[in-house]
């Protein structure tokens, strides 16, 4: 069983940056594939980045390439989220999630955390 825990969300003007990271303990972190994803009220959970378990692959949702860039510490168990020129519409609980297949579907992710709340002011 592996456990996820996010940090780092809060409140930031539209064109700042803001860096969320994941904690994942219970498992042996390296095998798993990492994914961000985010849910904005009354919308679908929506795919943000995806990285492989050794960190040489990412893939990014379109409505983020260019912005936001994953990135992984396999020594220290977590998984990173740095995100830049943040829009209104980047708005969203961010979840953290881990799964055996990099994927961007959420089926494909096992084990999720709870959530971190990211607000972008206009």
């Known amino acids: 069983q592996v456990q996820l825990v996010e940090s780092g969300g809060t409140l930031v003007q539209a064109g700042g940056s803001l860096r969320l990271s994941c904690a994942a303990s219970g498992g042996t972190f390296s095998v798993y594939a990492m994914g961000w994803f985010r849910q904005a009220p009354g919308k679908e959970r929506e795919f943000v980045a995806a990285i492989s378990g050794s960190g040489g692959t990412t893939f990014y949702g379109d409505s983020v390439k260019g912005r936001f860039t994953i990135s992984r510490d396999n020594a220290k168990n977590t998984v990173a989220l740095q995100m830049n020129s943040l829009k209104s519409e980047d708005t969203a609980i961010y979840y953290c999630?881990?799964?055996?297949?990099?994927?961007?579907?959420?089926?494909?992710?096992?084990?999720w955390g709870q959530g971190t709340q990211v607000t972008v002011s206009s």
């Open positions: 999630a881990c799964g055996r297949v990099l994927d961007t579907g959420t089926l494909k992710y096992n084990y």
